[in-house]
């Protein structure tokens, strides 16, 4: 897969143009599936929230940005509907928009959907994460981001190698502080970004690149 990892989404023109590289044609000429199951497990979620993701009316641009199609694949209902119909679906699509919300939640159904295991097969898809959407491909979240009790902890599906705290927006802004985050480094045993929400991450055949407009860092607790 081609990875865009971001903290609020497609917040600014150097995040849009990493997208469109990723995607290698225009956004109107790609399809997308927006996967919202994340946002249920945040207890700070509720459905309206739920439905401006889905809808494209949030102010996290997303949805909205002027895909050719969009539809909505929620992991929870997959189990019951079998995988010759709902794998179709995501082998079609151009990129999978993905909520944040609680990542372990989400990393839970992406195991039990069968999601998870499909990651590696999809060699030209795009997925866009939008803080926990991101954080569930990294190897741990951190036990200051755990909200839904999961059953591996504050474990993820490890695709990439380094972690990432998002929302580092500087002392006064809504998010996290860099004193929080490096709090939050110092409890993982692999290196962590942290970004703010002018800040992405891209991965591509292993290669990382950040993109921002913002403020970000690099922090390794071993070193």
Known sequence: MKLLLTSAGVTNPSIHDALLDLLGRPIGDSTALCIPTAQYGHPMVDPAMTWRFIS??????MCGLGWKSVGVLELTALPSIGQERWVPWVREADALL????DAGYLSHWMRQSGLADLLPSLHDTVWVGLSAGSMVLTPRVGSAFVQWESPAGDEALGVVDF??????????????TMAEAQVWAAGLPNPGYVIDDETAITVVDGSVDVVSEGRWALLDAAS
Not at 163 to 176: A, F, L
């Open 56 to 61: 494209g009316t949030s102010d996290l641009a």
């Open 98 to 101: 993905v909520a944040g919300g």
């Open 163 to 176: 972690s990432i705290c998002p929302h580092v927006n500087g002392e006064g802004r809504p998010g996290n």
